[in-house]
């Protein structure tokens, strides 16, 4: 079992920036991704960015060139460094782990952008 919980969600206005964590505990394999995904009411829950243990990354075309995920191994922690925040950012980000057929989500965090 792993258990996500994350921190740093909150209101910021249009332009401004913000930055999610994520720590795992519990039996976490060496070898996993992790990301972050955000859900707005009623939409499907979508990828938002992606690293792997060996620090590949994949973004959401939407957020490329403003968002930045990173990792600390040591930790197990995940980072999601949010600039030039948008109105359109606003949904509740979850955190995500993912290795082999196993996937665990987080508690989610609100993320609320104000024009």
């Known amino acids: 079992q792993v258990q996500l919980v994350e921190s740093g969600g909150g209101l910021v206005q249009a332009g401004g920036s913000l930055r999610l964590s994520c720590a795992a505990s519990g039996t976490v394999p060496s070898i996993n991704t992790m990301g972050w995904y955000r859900q707005a009411p009623g939409k499907q829950r979508d990828l938002v960015a992606a690293?792997?243990?060996?620090?590949?990354?994949n973004y959401a075309d939407s957020v490329k060139g403003r968002f930045t995920i990173s990792r600390d191994n040591a930790k197990n922690t995940v980072y999601l460094q949010m600039n030039n925040l948008k109105p359109g950012d606003t949904p509740v980000y979850y955190c995500?782990?993912?290795?082999?057929?196993?996937?665990?989500w987080g508690q989610g965090t609100q993320v609320t952008v104000s024009s």
């Open positions: 690293v792997t243990n060996g620090n590949s990354t």
């Open positions: 995500n782990i993912r290795y082999g057929w196993e996937t665990y």
